[in-house]
């Protein structure tokens, strides 16, 4: 690792779904799910929701019913329950290597956050379904940085002030899988802002909307950070 401590990447910033977690596509299936429940029709929808995967999920309700809070809010707690219901049932893993991605960047003594567009109670049912709640210092959803989800920089942004791991915007790595990731990685200003292909979005997306580099997965992190540093 480089002694200059202006490009040590000490804060690593980290999706959930589609990047550290394999869900299997539970995102579409839980919003068919909550669209039903609610009598709408989700294939009128599911286009938008796909192209605005890694968004707060309130945030994409918002906009599916045209600004109306109560049937948005209404629709975003079908959602999460129907999500929560598919994670009881065991329906997500680690994504492959990841677990040791995490555990190698900590032994290199960065800091480690996770990330997510889910609300705080869908974040820990998977945390728990995987038994990683200890895995990290700390977990972010759009609640805990004054409720903007991606594509704002806020998650990032909060998980620089609230572990004081770096001093400088340009020491974060963000890793995602969607466009909406990378955007939130460009607009914090992290010096790294790497797309993974476990997930949502084509390696087209990921570096129109500003990846920095793509990866075939986040078990590459940490090999990328140490040649990035060198």
């Given at each position: 690792?480089?002694?200059?401590?202006?490009?040590?990447?000490?804060?690593?910033?980290?999706?959930?779904?589609?990047?550290?977690?394999?869900?299997?596509?539970?995102?579409?299936?839980?919003?068919?799910?909550?669209?039903?429940?609610?009598?709408?029709?989700?294939?009128?929808?599911?286009?938008?929701?796909?192209?605005?995967?890694?968004?707060?999920?309130?945030?994409?309700?918002?906009?599916?019913?045209?600004?109306?809070?109560?049937?948005?809010?209404?629709?975003?707690?079908?959602?999460?329950?129907?999500?929560?219901?598919?994670?009881?049932?065991?329906?997500?893993?680690?994504?492959?290597?990841?677990a040791e991605a995490i555990?190698?960047?900590?032994?290199?003594?960065?800091?480690?956050?996770?990330?997510?567009?889910?609300?705080?109670?869908?974040?820990?049912?998977?945390?728990?379904?995987?038994?990683?709640?200890?895995?990290?210092?700390?977990?972010?959803?759009?609640?805990?940085?004054?409720?903007?989800?991606?594509?704002?920089?806020?998650?990032?942004?909060?998980?620089?002030?609230?572990?004081?791991?770096?001093?400088?915007?340009?020491?974060?790595?963000?890793?995602?899988?969607?466009?909406?990731?990378?955007?939130?990685?460009?607009?914090?200003?992290?010096?790294?802002?790497?797309?993974?292909?476990?997930?949502?979005?084509?390696?087209?997306?990921?570096?129109?909307?500003?990846?920095?580099?793509?990866?075939?997965?986040?078990?590459?992190?940490?090999?990328?950070?140490?040649?990035?540093?060198?």
């Amino acid at each position: 690792m480089t002694t200059d401590p202006m490009t040590d990447m000490n804060l690593v910033v980290l999706d959930m779904a589609g990047t550290t977690v394999a869900d299997g596509g539970l995102v579409e299936q839980a919003f068919t799910a909550a669209a039903e429940r609610l009598g709408e029709d989700p294939a009128t929808m599911i286009d938008y929701v796909r192209a605005t995967m890694g968004e707060s999920k309130i945030s994409v309700f918002r906009h599916l019913f045209g600004g109306d809070e109560t049937r948005a809010e209404e629709a975003n707690l079908a959602f999460e329950a129907a999500y929560g219901e598919l994670v009881a049932g065991g329906r997500i893993a680690p994504v492959p290597g990841a677990a040791e991605a995490i555990a190698e960047l900590k032994e290199q003594g960065r800091t480690v956050v996770l990330t997510t567009g889910f609300a705080r109670v869908t974040q820990d049912a998977i945390l728990d379904a995987l038994g990683w709640r200890d895995l990290v210092e700390l977990t972010l959803c759009p609640a805990d940085a004054g409720g903007r989800g991606r594509p704002y920089p806020d998650m990032v942004l909060a998980a620089l002030l609230r572990t004081g791991a770096v001093d400088d915007v340009r020491r974060i790595a963000v890793a995602g899988d969607t466009s909406y990731d990378m955007l939130s990685g460009v607009r914090s200003g992290a010096g790294i802002v790497a797309g993974v292909l476990t997930g949502a979005h084509d390696e087209a997306a990921l570096k129109e909307h500003g990846a920095t580099h793509v990866l075939a997965s986040v078990a590459e992190l940490p090999s990328l950070i140490r040649a990035y540093e060198a």
